[in-house]
């Protein structure tokens, strides 16, 4: 049941919608109120809650696993880098929880209690793994923040300059936080949830990209005096365009983050201007911030380009550039489960397997244009590991304080173009990039589908053929060759061949064992004598040896004659007998008529796979171009690690 007071500091109605809160905020007046039970106690004005493009506010609802829902608290924490804010929800079956929202993500936690020890904050690293409630979890965050303001309900007190020391823990989509806030740690576990899967109704005015519904602030750069702005106080840095001078715009004196440049070379131009508004995936984006980062790798410095886009319900995106190719990049809430210790291999997410492309030991920040979110300056660094699945990319990056997953998709320039209505082109694209698709891979796909579908269609011709034109035998007769008789010709009886044109086989099936044999044959028209000669040699050899039996050569053999004319013929054999095993062989001779050839079908056959082979060879090129910019190059023809 509500429990409604009145603010002792104005007078205006205080109502503690849940029985676990025990402090709230006077929305009136700002006072902080601790609740005993009916009477309310004033300990202090509490500080104004920082503009930020939230679409929550105090009097959300929605459902969470099928639990209607309200937002009835909110805690502000501010850390190194920036500002999150914490929701405190109650449900209608009275339990409470948190809805963590930090760039447009969302993290719903419970908090849960926990028998074992929690491990101390200082032993804790980003990227350790261990066991926790009873599942493996990987330390994704370690935060040193602290708690700037607050509104409505809250289970305990706040105000500016609470600490609060938290590490954030990750196992696929589940969530978890260490609050070392408290005596004895507390721990919340719940998972990454979606903005529309939450049902929420009695949002704020939609902030939707590029309408700019907060008061923008205005000054000049304190290195070169160029005009400067931040369209929120959300925004906690902004690099100056002209020199490159980074600003904090949390401090009211616009002190500097890191100092004018001064190098303006064309690597640091940006090819995709700030305040650029466009729509990827059918959802406004606009374009306020730009990072340069570089690395060094044997010698070479390599530059690409990371620019940061405002999105809807007051999330972010990046759209990343290195010579000409384009990704967008969202960062992942469920991500991989192996996500601890990096591994030079492959990563299995949302149905896909990425291998590794490449490590970067130090992707330096060496540019700063437009606003962030974040207190980016020049000089920060982080580790990048990249895998890949074409068109997908899948990067990990990793600081001393925190592991960030993300995945981006691979974006052509020309569709880039389109989706912020460029007037002038960008510039083409230069080699082959990580995650770009292979041209050949469709291709290739359709071509092997042509040459199955084509090489199905000619076997049923052949089989038809077969069918429909089978061989007719006309002589079978067993013949016997002797040493007694080496130096004889044998005979056979005569058959008889009708048609213009006929096409004769000749089989003969021999009884050969570890031995050899010649035949002369001759094919004789008996009314004409014309005659078609043909010297053929048989060999079969078979034994046993370190336990396998092994064979090679045949006992049969064929001889197709062509083109022979109607009339009566008979078979001449001069067999030739091996000298050194003198023994008797028998052969069964078949002479048979017609029949459908097998050799232009092959021969098609082989003619039709001259084109998957083309495209796999141009495919596989690709692969090579792709894999020789990654950690995985094959070797170079001609590379040799000895000394001449």
Not at 69 to 74: D, T
Not at 389 to 397: G, M, N, Q, R, W
Not at 470 to 475: P, T
Request: hydrophobic share 40%; proline share 5%.
């Amino acid at each position: 049941m509500a429990l409604a007071a009145s603010c002792p500091s104005c007078g205006a109605p205080v109502v503690f919608k849940s029985a676990a809160s025990i402090f709230a905020v006077c929305e009136y007046c700002q006072s902080t109120l601790v609740r005993h039970d009916q009477a309310l106690e004033d300990i202090g004005k509490m500080a104004a809650l920082a503009e930020d493009r939230s679409r929550l506010q105090l009097g959300t609802e929605g459902r969470y696993q099928g639990v209607h829902f309200a937002l009835i608290g909110r805690i502000q924490l501010k850390y190194s880098q920036g500002l999150w804010n914490e929701w405190y929800l109650l449900f209608d079956d009275l339990r409470t929880g948190w809805l963590s929202e930090a760039s447009g993500e969302y993290v719903l936690t419970f908090v849960q209690p926990v028998q074992e020890p929690l491990p101390p904050l200082d032993d804790l690293k980003v990227g350790q793994r261990f066991a926790l409630a009873s599942q493996p979890w990987t330390v994704s965050n370690i935060e040193q923040a602290e708690c700037i303001a607050g509104q409505g309900e809250l289970p305990f007190r706040v105000g500016a300059g609470y600490p609060v020391a938290t590490v954030d823990l990750r196992n696929g989509a589940n969530f978890a936080t260490l609050d070392y806030s408290e005596t004895p740690p507390l721990l919340f576990t719940g998972e990454a949830v979606e903005f529309k899967a939450l049902q929420l109704s009695n949002l704020r005015t939609a902030m939707a990209v590029p309408e700019k519904t907060v008061e923008v602030r205005v000054f000049r750069c304190p290195s070169c005096g160029a005009p400067m702005s931040a369209r929120s106080r959300e925004i906690l840095a902004v690099g100056c365009v002209s020199c490159g001078a980074v600003v904090n715009t949390a401090d009211k004196n616009y002190q500097l983050l890191s100092k004018a440049q001064g190098n303006r070379a064309e690597q640091y131009m940006l090819r995709l201007p700030l305040g650029s508004q466009g729509r990827l995936e059918d959802k406004s984006v606009e374009v306020i911030g730009c990072l340069v980062r570089q690395t060094k790798s044997e010698g070479v410095t390599y530059y690409w380009r990371e620019y940061l886009l405002a999105a809807e319900n007051g999330s972010y995106r990046w759209l990343t550039e290195y010579n000409g190719h384009w990704n967008v990049v969202d960062v992942l809430s469920d991500v991989p489960k192996k996500s601890g210790a990096i591994e030079i291999g492959e990563v299995r997410y949302g149905g896909e397997v990425y291998r590794h492309y490449s490590t970067t030991q130090s992707a330096t920040v060496v540019q700063v244009s437009g606003e962030f979110n974040w207190r980016v300056k020049l000089g920060d660094a982080v580790r990048v590991i990249d895998y890949v699945a074409p068109p997908l990319l899948l990067s990990v990056e990793r600081s001393p304080q925190e592991q960030t997953w993300s995945r981006g998709r691979y974006l052509a320039a020309v569709d880039l173009a389109a989706a912020f209505n460029l007037k002038k082109p960008l510039p083409e694209p230069l080699g082959v990039f990580a995650n770009q698709p292979n041209p050949w891979a469709e291709t290739h796909r359709h071509v092997c589908r042509l040459f199955w579908k084509l090489a199905g269609l000619l076997l049923l011709v052949q089989l038809l053929f077969v069918a429909l034109g089978g061989g007719k035998l006309l002589l079978r007769q067993e013949l016997v060759f002797s040493p007694l008789i080496a130096e004889s010709t044998l005979q056979t009886r005569a058959f008889e061949v009708r048609g213009r044109s006929n096409k004769l086989t000749v089989h003969n099936n021999t009884s050969l064992d570890n031995n050899w044999l010649g035949l002369e044959l001759v094919l004789i028209n008996k009314a004409t004598g014309m005659a078609w000669p043909v010297t053929r040699e048989l060999a079969y050899y078979w034994g046993h040896e370190g336990g396998e039996n092994w064979s090679e050569g045949r006992r049969n053999d064929e001889v197709v004659f062509l083109d022979i004319p109607a009339g009566t013929y008979y078979l001449t054999v001069d067999p030739d007998l091996a000298p050194e095993k003198p023994v008797q062989i028998s052969d069964t001779l078949e002479v048979w008529r017609g029949g459908a050839g097998w050799s232009n079908f092959f021969l098609a056959l082989v003619f039709l796979a001259i084109f998957p082979i083309f495209s796999r060879l141009r495919h596989a090129a690709f692969e090579a171009r792709r894999w020789a910019e990654s950690d995985h190059a094959p070797p170079v023809n001609g590379d040799s690690d000895s000394d001449d």
